[in-house]
């Protein structure tokens, strides 16, 4: 698994507009609708599916992180797509502070151990407080996809 292969170029943004959970979860999956990765008949369904996630408990993991995720029939393949919000984002995280970095992930209910195996990909990425502040700080969405594939030979997935 490879973030720069499952969160296509169009699928980064890089300023946030939303300042709630469900409209920030909105914006990202509209990412994917314009980046061709998700049909716009289904984005509604989709959205549904990662409120009903976030309802089980949330998934912000503190640090400023979050990691919205579902598994839904109509996704065929592995996808994700990242947000960094300037202003922070309250997110209902575990250590209830804002959430300003996002990796969204999105697999078919079959693909159980690719969502497992990129969560957990992600979990390791996220520990690294430098990687995060350069996450944050990065100039614009091109720099951000550049540190997406740095970490990728990084972690040498």
Known sequence: MKLGEIIPEGAIVDDLKSSTKEDVVKELVQALVKAGRIDDAISKKVVKALMDREELGSTGIGQ???????????VTELIGGFGRSKKGIAFDALDGEPVFILFLLLSSKGASSAHLESLAYISRLVRDDKYIKQLR????????????IEADGRLGS
Request: charged letters at 20%; a negative charge; zero cysteines.
């Open 64 to 74: 400023g992180v979050a990691v919205p995720h579902a598994r839904h029939d109509a």
């Open 137 to 148: 700080d990065s100039a614009d969405s091109a720099g951000i996809r550049a540190l997406l």
